[in-house]
């Protein structure tokens, strides 16, 4: 039946979209709004405490589909494309008070968590294994970076899936997200194994040399390492987008940095201590590291059956490997500049510095990236932009354009600064005097952060608006391209810190020490 050819019918379409249309921000933001006496669905109890009907983890944060739909299935005839455009650009109501409150907390336990695995470095750069085989340092950010290419990623994928309403029955949920762990997995397991060569390869090129058993101990370290970190924070994670959902808080504004939070700790933590025991029973039992490596490589094929459960990571299977092993490689170059920077006295204090910047850029290009996918779900079919998006990009309208996320944008940018100053004094008061930094150094830095931060601000709002366009899901695509940047930008940035001081003669000795 055409659609256009019943005026009541369509008259009726369009009373129900206008009331769907009004419901848009109580769905985004159930928490923000009170009880309506027109029993419109997905409410939770309001700020000043009425209750409408109670949100079920079920129901979508966001209405499953574009605001103005049609009963009509089947393909929407030209007559009425015209009368409509393809996006509804409409803005969802959440206000600026509760979108900082809801990020800065997990910004802050975040930034905390990279400041703790900043100083974890600082003293495992000492021990026997990270002094004897120095090619850990380039395996140190692309491990890191399996936040970014994983973590992240999951938790924008199942933010997502709630705000939309892709998780409506239990066995759709659990299917989704065993799914999902066991995609993360076996994408774990063959990061960490590539890395590991990668790591090798590129310390042959420099040094001229290369030990097998070091090389194994590096596979058999980064494999383990990425396996358990990646099981670990993917429960973690699932954990964190249900009890979200739950509170009726909106996961993307906590799921990628809670990810971040734990996920360089953890991951530094198991591969400091991995790699020094391989390396203490080396001596006595060279075969363990090949044989404990070959083990995790052969539980591959199980991973691989279960993330056939579900057709998203099906499907990924096949097409994921782009994104995270080209963010190895990028993060495996900035590992490349730690790695020189222990030879030079001058830089050893970057070791400190270089989670935090990285870690701090990663989690909130992280959260602009998860906000415009949502967005981008919420309002567009796959490969159809914007209005306002469709014309040449321009750094402006990132900060000042139309949309919703510029808006986001603003505040991540200005979270930038205060919460840099925040973690160097942090880790001024944690070292005791074994670090100082000194005031020309603190504007050094922070101008080295502002600048990473709004860069990646603005690559990352053309790259999910341009992999949308060109049908990739940008839940699945630009994180793991975002943190990699992030990664690479932040350690080369810090280094070009650490040479301006050295140019300046405002070297701390502490710095160094």
């Given at each position: 039946m055409d659609s256009c050819s019943d005026p009541e019918q369509q008259n009726g379409n369009l009373e129900l979209t206008?009331?769907?249309?009004?419901?848009?921000?109580?769905?985004?933001?159930?928490?923000?709004?009170?009880?309506?006496?027109?029993?419109?669905?997905?409410?939770?109890?309001?700020?000043?405490?009425?209750?409408?009907?109670?949100?079920?983890?079920?129901?979508?944060?966001?209405?499953?589909?574009?605001?103005?739909?049609?009963?009509?299935?089947?393909?929407?005839?030209?007559?009425?494309?015209?009368?409509?455009?393809?996006?509804?650009?409409?803005?969802?109501?959440?206000?600026?008070?509760?979108?900082?409150?809801?990020?800065l907390v997990p910004f802050l336990l975040a930034g905390l968590g990279t400041v703790m695995a900043g100083m974890l470095l600082d003293v495992v750069q000492h021990w026997s294994v990270f002094q004897k085989i120095t090619e850990i340092f380039i395996l140190v950010p692309a491990l890191l970076g399996l936040k970014g290419n994983l973590e992240m990623t999951l938790a924008s994928r199942l933010s997502t899936a709630v705000n939309i309403g892709k998780m409506n029955s239990s066995k759709e949920k659990w299917n989704l997200i065993i799914g999902n762990l066991a995609l993360k997995q076996v994408q774990a397991t063959g990061l960490g194994f590539l890395a590991a060569l990668a790591a090798s390869a590129l310390g042959w090129v420099l040094d001229k040399k290369l030990v097998i058993n070091y090389a194994a101990l590096l596979c058999c370290s980064s494999v383990v390492t990425a396996f358990t970190a990646s099981l670990l924070l993917g429960i973690i994670m699932v954990g964190v987008i249900i009890g979200s959902k739950r509170a009726g808080i909106n996961p993307d504004n906590i799921a990628t940095p809670i990810a971040a939070s734990f996920g360089d700790l953890i991951t530094l933590g198991l591969l400091a201590v991995i790699s020094q025991g391989f390396f203490n029973c080396m001596e006595r039992c060279p075969y363990v590291a090949y044989v404990v490596c070959a083990f995790f490589l052969c539980l591959t094929p199980v991973w691989v059956i279960m993330s056939f459960r579900h057709t998203e990571s099906r499907k990924l299977l096949y097409c994921g490997w782009e994104p995270i092993i080209t963010a190895m490689v990028i993060s495996s170059l900035g590992g490349l500049i730690l790695d020189r920077a222990m030879t030079d006295p001058n830089l050893m204090g970057l070791v400190v510095y270089t989670p935090v910047i990285n870690g701090v850029g990663g989690n909130l290009v992280a959260i602009q990236s998860s906000r415009i996918a949502t967005y981008l779900h919420s309002t567009c079919s796959l490969g159809k932009l914007p209005e306002d998006t469709k014309s040449c990009y321009c750094p402006f309208r990132t900060f000042y354009g139309k949309g919703p996320n510029s808006r986001t944008s603003q505040v991540l940018l200005l979270l930038a600064i205060p919460g840099h100053v925040l973690f160097l004094y942090i880790i001024n008061l944690m070292q005791g005097g074994h670090t100082i930094p000194t005031p020309v150094f603190t504007a050094l830095y922070l101008a080295a952060a502002f600048t990473q931060v709004f860069l990646l601000l603005c690559i990352a709002d053309w790259m999910v608006h341009c992999l949308w366009r060109y049908g990739r899901d940008p839940d699945s695509f630009s994180i793991p391209y975002l943190t990699a940047l992030g990664d690479l930008l932040g350690t080369g940035l810090l280094a070009l810190c650490f040479r301006l001081l050295q140019v300046i003669s405002d070297v701390d000795d502490h710095l160094g020490d």
């Open positions: 206008e009331l769907e249309a009004s419901n848009v921000e109580c769905e985004i933001m159930p928490s923000l709004c009170d009880g309506r006496p027109d029993g419109s669905k997905g409410f939770t109890p309001s700020i000043n405490g009425h209750v409408s009907k109670e949100l079920t983890e079920s129901d979508p944060l966001l209405s499953n589909g574009r605001l103005w739909t049609s009963n009509v299935s089947g393909p929407v005839p030209q007559q009425c494309e015209e009368q409509r455009p393809v996006c509804v650009q409409s803005k969802p109501n959440e206000s600026v008070c509760v979108m900082v409150l809801q990020i």
